[in-house]
């Protein structure tokens, strides 16, 4: 486990599935971690599931990523509670099921606004912080649907997720002068609350089209998440790391077969 005492942290979307296993990972590292997304009766929860994880603090922060006012307030009011902000996990993220076919305006412009450009907001408004910081850290949770694979009904989705690596790249040259790395985590099928009420049969099913022949855990990112954020990673930027188990590799079905 890296030690994170003393840094400070928000991830979005964190109040469940990946962001909250994140922010664990963080909190039990000895960060302060500022948890955010939407709902303040999720966020209550999340707190108090993580408060006492670690050393630091553990506050909830109200936010739509969708709006850019909305995501300067959020890093307001971490540098209000921690003094600055160390590392930005930009992972709040939306999957509603659109067909090519039936996909409305609207059903696009949602996804879009959430995924990219809540992820470009979250990053301007933690911007000033960051540099501040001297080591800030971006970390952002992009999949692996559509920077390396697809699934039909999601093709919206896969586009957002790759968007946010094309604005990673120039991000990351960007800040780079300001001794801020932008990296990208694509996780593959992770075991979050949503996926546990498709049942067990649905699970199963997609654990047979994993090498590891299990689903990942919020936390598995949450470890990486931390690397990205530790001083030993200070030379790595405008990378992007598949977490899936080995579920890209196969060429066929027969190359799970043995
Ligand atoms: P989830 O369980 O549905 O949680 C989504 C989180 O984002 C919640 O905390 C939600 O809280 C928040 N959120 C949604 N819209 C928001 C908005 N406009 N502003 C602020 N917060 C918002 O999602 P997840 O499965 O953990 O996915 C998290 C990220 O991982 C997403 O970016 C997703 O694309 C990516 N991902 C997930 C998987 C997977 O297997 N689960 C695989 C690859 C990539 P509120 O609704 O209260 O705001």
Same mark, same amino acid.
């Given at each position: ?15 469940? +599935? ?6 664990? &990972?963080?909190? !039990? ?8 997304? =939407? ?7 999340? &707190?108090? $599931? ?9 506050? $909830? ?7 850019? =006012? ?33 996909? !409305? ?24 912080? /960051?540099? =501040? ?11 692996? !649907? ?19 690596? +094309? ?13 801020? !790395?932008?990296?990208?985590? /694509?996780? #593959? ?32 990112? #949450? ?10 990673? =200070? ?9 899936? $188990? #080995? ?12």
């Amino acid at each position: 486990m890296f030690d994170l005492t003393n840094k400070n942290v928000i991830v979005t979307g964190a109040t469940k +599935g990946i962001g909250y296993g994140i922010a664990a &990972v963080f909190a !039990t590292a000895g960060a302060n971690v500022a948890v955010a997304a =939407r709902s303040l009766h999720d966020l209550d929860t999340a &707190v108090a $599931g993580l408060d006492g994880l670690g050393s630091g603090k553990v506050i $909830g922060v109200s936010v739509d990523v969708a709006d850019p =006012r909305s995501c300067q307030a959020m890093a307001a009011a971490a540098v209000d509670a921690f003094g600055g902000i160390d590392v930005l996990c930009a992972n709040a993220g939306i999957f509603p099921e659109a067909p090519l076919a039936t996909m !409305t305006p609207d059903d696009l412009a949602t996804v879009l606004d959430v995924n990219v450009k809540g992820t470009v907001y979250s990053v301007q408004a933690c911007l000033d912080a /960051l540099t =501040r910081s001297g080591a800030g850290r971006v970390i952002l949770t992009s999949s692996i !649907t559509g920077p390396v694979t697809g699934f039909p009904g999601w093709s919206h989705y896969g586009a957002s997720k790759a968007a946010q690596l +094309g604005f990673m790249r120039t991000a990351a040259i960007e800040l780079a002068p300001k001794r801020i !790395t932008v990296n990208a985590i /694509l996780p #593959g099928n992770i075991l979050t609350e949503g996926l546990q009420e498709m049942g067990e049969d649905y699970i199963a099913g997609m654990a047979r089209s994993i090498p590891a022949g299990t689903l990942g855990t919020p936390e598995d990112i #949450g470890h990486l998440a931390a690397f990205l954020a530790s001083d030993e990673a =200070r030379y790595l930027t405008g990378q992007s790391i598949v977490v899936d $188990g #080995g579920q890209i590799l196969p060429e066929s079905l027969d190359a799970l077969a043995g």
